[in-house]
């Protein structure tokens, strides 16, 4: 049995929570980001992390900073032997590792070195990876740099999106997790643990902006597909159709397919737009839209769409409205 505090926020650590909650090991508390009241809500936003740690009567504290001094304090109090870190939120200064005898471990969605940052699973998608996993390292200061202690893979499906890869994954890290917490147990505190990660082959996976979800239709049809794919449910990915004689509408692409690109059409432009299908040519092939949900609308099916909107062959969209 180890004394552990958890520290998380986001979806993502929920499963190894709630694993290391019907564990024998001592959850001390959790430590979890403060989240402002939504705009134009009374409530606070939704923290799923701190709802679980509630429902089963663990202490939950939200300081500003755990690199505060306030911070440090409360970790002294907790008096852990290991911290548990997963889609926390906030980088942990190396005084704040060193109050625990084992240091803090990390559960990052990603087979490092590769996509290392705060979105490692939208960005393997956006990259049109077909494998992907999760690791987990031994903390230092620099961002998901320590060495790995366990990682573990698995096949991304051709048609799974952000949400579906990221309950999978989290899924997948609750062995890996436990794994790791054994593995630290039977260490000697001093001599190395876990393997480097080779730092040439790194790469980055930062936060997602809004404009990002802005459909470029010049890129490949496969690329565009995998956008829709990875920036679900946001920024979403979105474009608007230029409608004759009308203002553009919005639309958020929420399902597609790849196809053989018409001969030329030019990005952009509808080549099919019938009952039931609705295919846009792109800078590399077309793309069939197979779902979509227009702005301040719910989402609809394609032959849902096409018949209450008039789309025809010849029509454009683009990235952005007409200045």
Not at 58 to 67: A, Q, Y
Not at 156 to 176: F, K, M, S, V
Not at 293 to 316: C, N
Request: net charge neutral; hydrophobic share 40%; glycine share 10%.
């Amino acid at each position: 049995m180890m004394r552990i505090v958890v520290l998380g926020t986001g979806p993502f650590a929920v499963p190894m929570f709630q694993s290391l909650l019907d564990s024998t090991h001592d959850l001390r508390a959790l430590i979890t980001r403060p989240v402002p009241p939504a705009k134009g809500r009374t409530a606070g936003a939704i923290n799923p992390m701190r709802d679980a740690a509630l429902a089963r009567g663990l202490p939950v504290h939200e300081p500003p900073s755990i690199n505060s001094d306030e911070g440090k304090r409360l970790m002294e109090q907790l008096a852990p032997e290991l911290l548990v870190v997963c889609d926390y939120g906030q980088i942990l200064t190396g005084d704040v590792l060193g109050l625990g005898p084992l240091g803090g471990i990390n559960l990052h969605a990603s087979v490092l070195p590769k996509y290392r940052g705060a979105a490692p699973i939208q960005w393997a998608l956006l990259q049109g990876e077909t494998e992907t996993g999760v690791s987990v390292i031994h903390m230092t200061p620099r961002l998901d740099g320590g060495p790995i202690l366990i990682q573990r893979k698995t096949a991304i499906g051709p048609e799974e999106t952000h949400p579906q890869l990221e309950a999978r994954l989290a899924l997948l890290g609750i062995e890996a997790v436990h794994a790791a917490i054994d593995q630290l147990a039977a260490w000697d505190g001093t001599s190395p643990i876990g393997t480097a990660q080779d730092v040439s082959q790194a790469t980055k996976a930062p936060r997602l902006k809004k404009e990002q979800g802005a459909i470029d239709w010049s890129r490949s049809a496969e690329q565009i597909r995998n956008q829709v794919r990875a920036l679900q449910p946001w920024p979403g990915s979105y474009t608007f159709w230029q409608r004759p004689g009308q203002e553009p509408l919005r639309l958020s692409l929420e399902e597609a397919n790849v196809m053989p690109r018409p001969p030329g059409a030019a990005p952009g432009t509808v080549v099919s737009g019938n009952r039931n299908e609705l295919v846009v040519a792109t800078g590399g092939g077309g793309l069939s839209i197979k779902a979509l949900q227009p702005a301040s609308k719910r989402v609809m099916s394609i032959a849902e769409f096409l018949r209450g909107y008039p789309v025809r062959e010849g029509d454009r969209f683009a990235a952005s409205p007409p200045d």
